[in-house]
């Protein structure tokens, strides 16, 4: 980084400066980094951990954050166990600033949708149309397309049960 154009400054030596950045600039190729590393400061201040598996996860008792860049999602049986961290983030020492975006139906191309009895289904439905297009088998006439050398294969059967 060098001295801005209009701004002076004298050395004893007429050296060289090297100049110390005190805050991260948005659109560093370190600034996501940083904010990350702040970000789970915050976090593990609050009482949540890093999963083993993904470090984007943070757990506590009851609620679970996942994190991608600048966005976080709380999931949560209580609202109060969502509320509370967020306050905490927003007014405490750090003073994150945060928006409150409501529910989610979308999330990095996984579509979210809340059933009636509480749980949810994810979908791909672009990643899903993708690999039918690279594959050719899209639909002709409301019917799929199939090769003559097709068969069934196990993901065609049911692969999983629920249980009991």
């Avoid at 976090?43 to 609620?63: A, H, Q, T």
């Avoid at 007014?91 to 009895?117: A, S, V, W």
Wanted: net charge negative; charged share 30%.
């Amino acid at each position: 980084m060098r001295i801005l154009q209009g701004v002076s400054v004298e050395s004893e030596d007429g050296g060289e400066y090297l100049l110390k950045l005190c805050k991260n600039l948005y659109g560093l190729r370190q600034g996501s980094h940083n904010w990350f590393k702040h970000l789970k400061k915050g976090l593990m201040k609050r009482g949540l951990n890093p999963s083993e598996i993904d470090p984007c996860l943070y757990l506590r008792e009851g609620l679970a954050v996942l994190t991608y860049v600048d966005d976080c999602i709380l999931v949560s049986k209580s609202q109060k166990a969502i509320d509370e961290p967020v306050e905490s983030l927003k007014n405490g020492k750090e003073q994150f600033l945060l928006t409150d975006e409501g529910d989610i139906d979308k999330f990095l191309g996984i579509e979210l949708k809340h059933n009636k009895d509480g749980s949810f289904e994810m979908t791909q439905p672009h990643l899903t149309e993708r690999i039918i297009k690279l594959l050719g088998l899209e639909k002709e006439d409301n019917k799929w397309k199939t090769s003559a050398n097709s068969r069934l294969t196990p993901s065609e059967q049911i692969i999983l049960h629920r249980d009991s």
